[in-house]
Every structure is written in C-alpha cells, then in structure tokens.
C-alpha cells in the first residue's frame, strides 16, 4: 500500500471510464482525489480543485484526442509541475504521442485498458516510486 495520494483528472465524455478507473484505485489501496467523491454539493469547484492538488503528490491525466487541448487540462497540468507533482498520463488507444501537449512527451505514458488494469498498473508504479523514496 502506498501512502501516496493521486489526483485524477478527467474530461466529461471520460466520466464513466474515469469513475470506475477512481474505485479501482481505491481497492488498490491508493487514497484518490476524484471530484465525485471529493467535492460536496455547493463547494466552488475551482478551490476544490486546487485544495486537492495542493494535497496529493501525483496527478492522473486520462486523455483522449478531444481533450488534450482543453483549459483546464493545461491548468491542472501547469499546476501540477509548478507543485512538483509526479504526473501520470493515461492516454486512449489512437492518440498520437505528438498531440500530447509539450510537457507531456516527455513523460512516461500509460495506455488506457480497462479501468481494473489501469488502476493496477498505476499503483504498481506508485509502489516502486514509494520504495525509491524510502
């Protein structure tokens, strides 16, 4: 189990995948920042958003070809390497590593699966950036 807690962020039209994608890591053992289950009904959403990447030490990005270009990926990923954040992208099958944005081929990337193997696959990563740590 890893003390590490992730931050996923996500478009609309991913809800589903990323929901299911949240639960599974959250059976892995991860503490997950997830909007459905971090944000109470009437809280802004912006300081919510930014309280939960001030407190989690990775971000999730799942990321297909409509939203790569979106603000608020370009905000949440700005924000997360100004923090310092370890970043994981999840991208769908299909999108081509020059449309991620910039930063972002830089990094390792993961191909989104199922949201179960996803999960494992994230975790198994947040277990052995845990061991380096320690």
């Known amino acids: 189990m890893t003390s590490q807690k992730v931050f996923i962020s996500y478009s609309h039209p991913d809800e589903q995948w990323a929901r299911s994608f949240a639960e599974n890591l959250t059976k892995e053992g991860v503490e997950v920042w997830f909007d459905q289950f971090s944000v109470k009904p009437g809280a802004s959403l912006s300081a919510a958003i930014e309280k939960g990447l001030r407190q989690s030490s990775v971000v999730v990005l799942v990321l297909n070809e409509e939203n790569v ?3 608020n990926l370009f905000f949440e990923l700005g924000a997360a390497l100004g923090m310092n954040k370890v970043v994981i992208p999840i991208v769908s099958k299909g999108l081509e590593p020059g449309k991620l944005p910039l930063p972002l081929r830089m990094v ?5 699966t199922s949201p179960k193997e996803t999960a494992r696959e994230v975790a198994a990563a947040l277990e ?3 061991d380096k740590a320690a």
């Open 69 to 71: 270009e979106r603000p």
């Open 128 to 130: 052995v950036q845990h």
């Open 108 to 112: 390792r990337y993961l191909v989104r």
